[in-house]
C-alpha cells in the first residue's frame, strides 16, 4: 500500500487565490433609514397598523399586532404603534429602518406590500 505525500502548494498560489476570493464579493446592500413626522396612525380590526408619514406621503404598514406581518410580535407592535400615536400627537420626529436597496424612503411599497421594518425610532 502507498500512501501518498499531500500535495503542498506554493505560497504564490494562496496568494493569488486569496486575492481573486477579494475580487469577488456578495452585491452590496444598501439598507436605508427613513425619517421626518407621521401625521396619522392607523389600527385595523385585523391588528395591521399603518403610519402616513412625511417621508412617503401614503400609509405604510410597520407591524401587526397578531403577529401577521414579517414576524414581528403582537408585543413589539403594540409598543411601536403607542410610540407611532405619541410621534403623531408631538409632531416629533420618528423614523423606520428597513433591510435592501430596491426602494427609497419615496417609493416605498405601501398597504398590505409594504417591507418589514428592521426597527422604528422615536427620540
Known amino acids: 500500500m502507498l ?11 494562496w496568494s493569488a487565490a486569496l486575492a481573486i476570493s477579494g ?36 400609509w405604510t404598514e410597520i407591524c401587526n399586532s397578531q403577529g401577521a406581518f414579517g414576524g ?8 411601536w404603534y403607542a410610540a ?13 429602518y428597513y433591510s435592501g436597496n430596491a426602494y427609497t424612503c419615496a417609493n416605498l411599497p405601501t398597504y398590505g406590500s409594504s417591507l418589514v421594518p428592521v426597527y422604528f425610532r422615536t427620540p
Open 3 to 13: 500512501c501518498a505525500k499531500p500535495l503542498s502548494r506554493p505560497k504564490a498560489y
Open 23 to 58: 475580487l469577488i464579493s456578495p452585491p452590496a446592500r444598501a439598507d436605508f433609514y427613513c425619517s421626518g413626522t407621521i401625521s396619522e396612525v392607523l389600527m385595523y380590526s385585523t391588528g395591521s397598523v399603518l403610519i402616513l408619514t412625511s417621508w412617503r406621503g401614503d
Open 72 to 79: 414581528i410580535d403582537g408585543a413589539t407592535c403594540l409598543a
Open 84 to 96: 407611532a400615536v405619541k410621534a403623531a400627537a408631538s409632531q416629533i420626529q420618528a423614523g423606520v
